[in-house]
């Protein structure tokens, strides 16, 4: 077996662990306490809990189109390893209603409920982030996102999942009211739930996609670049990438600094920055650095 072929079993795998503790999720957090998570599977869930209708074969009946569409007109490796979660889910959530799990499941009774929902959010969160940086997705929003980006690049895709999101947090008022009185007793706490489920999961897994080596980019226009560039190496042991430029009112020749540091060195780099005159310098945060060079030592 060559590398190549190992790497994308061990990817394989790793999403068919991932795509099982979310099904475990469902199970021991989310659909004991009675609230819609994020998404298409939100929209499941209220199914499920109103008409009985199983979350497992919702999922598939929307992802698996879903997914031949995706393979189809844009990225073939991203639709398998999506529908790879997505049969994985539903699979383990169908076989998992048949298991005893009375010991692991946490229902609230309606009495902290947060605290599920909390748990439910960050293990969702850092799921669909693990997801994403192996090239997958839980399907639903995930998957029409892509579509619609080969599509239409310009348009901003919070938008689609936060309209998505606020459709389902409205609708589980009304889903999720108590009828057993004979008349609906609406209740704002699923709303509220759905929001928190919604900001943990976002939050996390937009961290875990980011990456652990989050870093911050200044870009110096200078007349000093020589001594600037000296103290960069001497002080923060990093290096720097200079070229030439004009400027566009004065037309006038000027040196660019280009410097990606450690967030923990932005103060050093602006006191170093401060000591010289006609110098300009914006700074960007980068969210993950890619490559392997290496470092400046002295000797």
């Given at each position: 077996m ?9 990817r ?5 662990v991932?795509a ?7 199970r ?8 819609a998570?994020?998404?298409?599977n ?7 809990y109103r008409?009985?209708?199983s ?7 929307i992802?698996?189109?879903l997914?031949?569409?995706?393979y189809v007109?844009?990225d ?9 979660f997505?049969?994985t889910?539903?699979g383990?959530?169908l076989?998992s209603g ?7 499941v946490?229902d609230?009774h309606?009495i ?6 909390l748990?439910?959010g ?6 669909l982030?693990l ?5 997958a997705?839980?399907g639903?929003t995930d ?6 980006n080969?599509k239409?690049p310009?348009m901003n895709?919070?938008?689609?999942s936060?309209?998505?999101n ?11 009211a ?7 007793v609406?209740?704002?706490k699923p709303?509220?739930l759905?929001l928190?489920y919604?900001?943990v999961?976002?939050f996390?897994?937009?961290?875990i996609?980011?990456?652990n ?12 670049p020589?001594?600037i560039e ?6 923060l042991h ?11 009112y ?14 923990g060195?932005?103060?050093e ?9 006609r110098t300009?310098?914006?700074v ?6 890619i ?9």
């Open positions: 060559n590398r190549t072929a190992f790497k994308d079993i061990s394989c795998l790793a999403v068919c991932l099982s503790l979310m099904a475990m999720n469902y021991l957090f989310i659909i004991p306490n009675h609230f998570p994020a998404g298409i939100g929209i499941a869930t209220m199914v499920q008409f009985g209708f979350i497992a074969y919702m999922s598939l009946l992802n698996v189109p997914c031949i569409i995706s007109s844009s073939r490796r991203f639709a398998v390893m999506s529908l790879i997505c049969v889910y539903s383990v959530f076989l048949r298991w005893d799990l009375s010991a692991f946490y609230a309606g902290d409920t947060v605290y599920p929902c748990i439910a960050t293990a969702s969160g850092a799921i982030g997801c994403f940086r192996l090239g997705s839980s639903g998957i029409i996102s892509r579509l619609i080969r239409r310009e895709f919070f938008w689609i936060f309209t998505l606020a459709v389902v947090a409205a609708a589980s008022f009304f889903v999720y108590d009828t057993s009185s004979g008349s609906a609406y209740d704002y709303v509220c759905c928190i919604c900001f999961s976002s996390l897994a937009n961290r996609m980011s990456g080596r989050m870093a911050c980019q200044f870009t110096i226009i200078t007349e000093h020589l001594e000296h103290d960069i190496i001497e002080r990093h290096s720097a990438t200079c070229f030439k430029a004009t400027g566009a004065s037309e006038q020749d000027r040196s660019v600094i280009l410097c990606v540091i450690n967030r060195q932005i103060m780099l602006k006191d170093i920055l401060s000591k010289y005159d300009f310098s914006y960007e945060t980068v969210t993950d650095t490559g392997n060079f290496k470092r400046i030592r002295h000797h």
